[in-house]
């Protein structure tokens, strides 16, 4: 049985490394109305490609304001390596590309 393609993804890659950030945890909400407070909808980690499959089916997602939290934070702390940047965070796009190093990251248009 196929699984569902996931209506928003994500592809994170260690600059540092030059290899994909397998492990790093990240975090979905939705922001919900009329209370303004965000909703953690799942908490997962990217695969051994730095992909996190399966993070929203069709069916999940709805119109409204999403937020990818990637906890960077922990994922230098398991490497030995201090880090700038405690956590990113996206709030637009349905494919977020992420390029990470311990003292930047960069996101972009996917295609």
């Known amino acids: 049985m196929a699984t569902e393609s996931s209506p928003l ?8 490394s030059g290899l994909p950030a397998q492990g ?14 965000w909703m953690e909808l799942r908490t997962s980690y990217t695969n051994l490609d730095g992909r996190c499959p399966g993070l929203l089916t069709q069916s999940q997602m709805k119109p409204g304001t999403y937020k990818l939290s990637f906890d960077t934070e922990r994922y230098w ?8 940047y405690p956590y990113v965070e996206e709030t637009q796009k349905f494919h977020v590309p992420l390029l990470l190093s311990p003292w930047s990251y960069t996101t972009y248009r996917g295609s």
């Open 9 to 16: 993804t994500t592809h994170v890659l260690d600059t540092a």
């Open 24 to 37: 790093l945890c990240l975090r979905l909400c939705r922001l919900e109305a009329p209370s303004q407070q």
């Open 77 to 84: 702390k398991e490497r030995g390596q201090e880090s700038f």
